[in-house]
């Protein structure tokens, strides 16, 4: 069967998402298409070519591109079967033949064999075909490691799939109600080496939270070391797990570990509570020290805006930025994040929130919510406009850090970008758990290029 798979965003990378099933579903026989329309031209020509199309939704953004490239794709051949599959899966059921969601290769390639019974699939170890990635874009497309004045491709592979913690505002309980898969550590080493041989020199573990396996991890990195000792990686860990974990810091760092993604969120205890973060402010200070003291720099995500945030909170997380040293390690866009309740969201029925919720928004595929505060709709609304156009204006994170500091009411630092190093990045600058900015929901045509 002539089976067409697409993929809409994931943050950078080149999208495993895709490359996995894709891998699985030609072993079974059948001819296979990959299309990233983060960075490749839509050609209907591919639509009349499919039997099937597949869409990976692994992220809100994701799927709220693909919602509007499927409403293309009805009106040119309303016949053709669709899927999507993915966290987001879920969200455009009521759009596509068949939503798909947890691990779906076996449910993808039984709907594919017209036997769609199932639509969620859980294995307690998984060992997949090798990702195809010979049919997506090449790597050095894709997003790169900046680290001082170099760029260097990223590789991205994933040493487990889930999350074992049920954070109320994060999109993965909602599928994996709070279990993980384990990813065989061959396959992930496997994945990790095609995209070496095609020059990648960093890995990224797109793991939910990379040490939820925490004994996995470290044999995949200790093997990745021993294979490839000049690759450097990150990896996203939890606050409570950068401490817990405090000892796998020097091995980590000793195998190559520049830097640890981190959801901070806020710096409002009750905040904190409320999405079940399980971490309080003192261990963010304390995670921080952890990760300095082994030379490993981490790269805090903030979600500032929720409907409890006051101007007050706002002003306080960007005075914890400036007196925990991250500057240099927040994306800019971080400061503007506002909180994302998409259908099924652990958040929904929380009693603090009820009152603020209002109705959903069926073509932006989430809940619509104002603040207990309307000065802080207000400041969110001057800082995505500010953050936004000061970055595609070019200018440096810590001059957008000070005018952000400026617009909350602060004094303005006295830093120079000369002496602020920024810490190594990824050139994409993202996270998914939040309401896509302006620029990234640009109108889709069929026949441009859908920038990331």
Same mark, same amino acid.
């Given at each position: ?13 080149? #999208?495993? $998402?895709?490359? @996995?099933?894709?891998?699985? /579903? ?29 869409? $990976?939704?692994? *992220? ?46 076996? +449910? ?34 894709? +997003? ?38 384990? *990813? ?14 095609v020059g990648a020199k960093h890995v990224t ?6 040490? %939820? ?68 402010? @003192?261990? *963010? ?21 929720? #409907? ?8 306080k997380l960007l005075e914890f930025v400036a ?16 909180? /994302? ?60 850090? %000070? ?12 830093? $120079? ?23 990234? /929901? ?11």
């Amino acid at each position: 069967m002539r089976i067409l798979l697409v993929a809409t965003y994931d943050l950078g990378h080149q #999208p495993l $998402s895709i490359a @996995a099933p894709a891998g699985r /579903l030609r072993e079974d026989g059948n001819e296979v298409r990959c299309r990233d329309l983060s960075i490749e031209k839509w050609d209907p020509a591919d639509i009349e070519w499919a039997e099937r199309v597949a869409f $990976s939704v692994p *992220m809100h953004t994701a799927a709220v591109i693909a919602q509007q490239v499927i409403t293309e794709i009805r009106s040119q051949r309303p016949d053709l079967p669709i899927a999507a599959f993915g966290l987001y899966g879920h969200v455009l059921s009521g759009l596509v033949d068949r939503a798909l969601s947890g691990e779906t290769d076996d +449910a993808l390639s039984a709907w594919i064999a017209l036997n769609a019974d199932t639509q969620v699939i859980f294995h307690d170890r998984i060992k997949p075909s090798l990702p195809a990635r010979d049919l997506l874009p090449s790597l050095d497309q894709y +997003a790169h490691l900046i680290s001082g004045e170099t760029a260097v491709p990223v590789a991205y592979v994933e040493a487990s799939h889930g999350c074992s913690h049920r954070c109320r505002h994060c999109p993965v309980p909602v599928v994996y109600d709070g279990r993980i898969r384990i *990813m065989a550590t061959d396959s992930v080493i496997a994945d990790i080496e095609q995209q070496v041989a095609v020059g990648a020199k960093h890995v990224t573990f797109g793991d939910p939270d990379f040490l %939820n396996g925490a004994q996995h991890s470290r044999r995949v990195v200790k093997e990745m070391h021993s294979r490839f000792p000049d690759l450097t990686f990150d990896c996203t860990v939890k606050v409570e797990h950068v401490i817990k974990y405090a000892d796998v810091w020097k091995e980590f760092s000793e195998s190559g570990c520049l830097f640890v993604v981190s959801a901070f969120e806020s710096v409002d205890e009750a905040t904190l509570l409320r999405l079940d973060k399980g971490h309080t402010v @003192a261990d *963010m200070e304390r995670a921080v020290a952890i990760l300095k003291e082994h030379s490993i720099a981490v790269r805090p995500s903030w979600m500032p805006f929720t #409907p409890w945030t006051t101007p007050d909170q706002v002003r306080k997380l960007l005075e914890f930025v400036a007196q925990n040293g991250l500057v240099g390690n927040v994306d800019v866009v971080q400061y503007t994040i506002r909180l /994302l309740l998409p259908p099924g969201s652990l958040l929904l029925s929380h009693p603090d929130l009820v009152k603020y919720l209002g109705d959903y928004d069926s073509t932006r595929g989430f809940w619509s919510w104002e603040s207990a505060d309307p000065q802080a709709d207000s400041l969110h609304r001057r800082l995505a406009t500010l953050v936004e156009t000061k970055t595609a204006a070019g200018e440096h994170s810590v001059a957008i850090y %000070n005018a952000v500091r400026e617009a909350c009411g602060l004094p303005m630092l006295d830093l $120079s970008p000369d002496e602020i190093s920024q810490a190594p990045h990824l050139s994409e600058a993202w996270f998914c758990c939040a309401e896509p900015t302006a620029s990234q /929901l640009i109108d889709f045509s069929p026949t441009e290029t859908q920038s990331a």
